[in-house]
């Protein structure tokens, strides 16, 4: 499902809520954090905002607006939409009994954990982060 196919027009016949209230909807959850079925009369229905919702997930809608908001803070601070370099780091996150024989250990820091590489672009946004299993006996 793509970007466009999740945001349909908002005058189609089978559309009950306005698409701004139905983020609005979204909005209010994400906010106070409250359960999906507890909120203001004014908004949708829960299960209209529910649904809506993962169809923009599923269709990558929320992804494809931070992509544009980065490559226009770009563009404004830098004056070019891709970044010009990059910056790697790793950290070690700390191992739980949760995580059991995942976690490894780290012979350059001295700690057991997975270890998370991060890429960061100039002006600090995200590239991917990934975590990698430390296995025992092998130092980075």
Same mark, same amino acid.
Not at 28 to 42: L, N, S
Not at 45 to 70: C, M, N, Y
């Given at each position: 499902?793509?970007?466009?196919?999740?945001?349909?027009? &908002?005058?189609?016949?089978?559309?009950?809520?306005?698409?701004? &209230?139905?983020?609005? #909807?979204?909005?209010?959850? +994400?906010?106070?954090? /409250?359960?999906?079925?507890?909120?203001?009369?004014?908004?949708?229905?829960?299960?209209?905002?529910?649904?809506?919702?993962?169809?923009?997930?599923?269709? #990558? +809608?929320? &992804? /494809? %607006?931070?992509?544009?908001?980065?490559?226009?803070?770009?563009?404004?601070?830098?004056?070019?939409? &891709?970044?010009?370099?990059? %910056?790697?780091?790793?950290?070690?996150?700390?191992?739980?009994?949760?995580?059991?024989?995942?976690?490894?250990?780290?012979?350059?820091?001295? =700690?057991? #954990?997975?270890? +998370?590489?991060? /890429?960061?672009?100039?002006?600090?946004?995200?590239?991917?982060? =990934?975590?990698? %299993? %430390?296995?025992? #006996?092998?130092?980075?």
């Amino acid at each position: 499902m793509g970007v466009r196919r999740a945001l349909r027009k &908002e005058d189609a016949p089978q559309r009950d809520h306005s698409l701004r &209230e139905v983020c609005n #909807g979204l909005r209010w959850v +994400v906010r106070t954090g /409250a359960e999906w079925r507890v909120r203001p009369h004014d908004l949708p229905p829960w299960d209209t905002v529910s649904q809506q919702t993962r169809r923009w997930l599923k269709a #990558g +809608v929320f &992804e /494809a %607006i931070v992509h544009d908001l980065r490559r226009l803070r770009r563009e404004v601070e830098e004056g070019a939409p &891709e970044p010009r370099a990059a %910056i790697l780091d790793s950290r070690t996150r700390p191992s739980s009994p949760e995580s059991g024989a995942r976690a490894g250990y780290d012979g350059y820091k001295r =700690r057991k #954990g997975s270890k +998370v590489p991060l /890429a960061v672009d100039t002006l600090g946004h995200l590239f991917e982060q =990934r975590q990698h %299993i %430390i296995k025992k #006996g092998k130092e980075d």
